[in-house]
């Protein structure tokens, strides 16, 4: 195996960038959660996955396409994956599952993901600095 300071690792990809990923899907269920919750809709297991599933899907193709485990915590990783996330997650909730993107929706599903997938990578970055 490695050594203390190496981290540990499954399949290549550090733990690390497994939580990072796992923390980044969070993300995007919190924002689907409290979507769903000031809409005055349920929060159910079935309707939060078909509301996040495209934004999932955008975010995991974003960590493929930019090959986001090789910095995670990276402030421009954030970027990256906030852009690609909110852009293609609108692509395909539009055009694949047929549901609305009212430009009020763009609006705050940018902004909100923003916030989240970078907001996120900025207290790394503050500890890092130090």
């Not at 430009?103 to 989240?116: Q, R």
């Amino acid at each position: 195996m490695g050594s203390s300071s190496t981290p540990a690792r499954a399949g290549g990809i550090s733990r690390a960038a497994g939580l990072r990923f796992l923390l980044d899907v969070s993300c995007v269920i919190i924002f689907v959660i409290v979507g769903r919750r000031n809409h005055g809709e349920t929060t159910d297991a079935e309707g939060t996955l078909r509301t996040a599933a495209p934004f999932l899907l955008a975010l995991v193709c974003a960590w493929l396409g930019s090959r986001a485990w090789r910095a995670p915590s990276a402030l421009a990783t954030g970027v990256v994956l906030w852009v690609a996330t909110a852009a293609v997650g609108l692509g395909i909730r539009r055009f694949v599952f047929d549901d609305g993107t009212a430009t009020p929706f763009v609006i705050v599903a940018t902004l909100v993901l923003g916030l989240l997938l970078v907001g996120t990578r900025l207290p790394k970055r503050r500890i890092v600095r130090r």
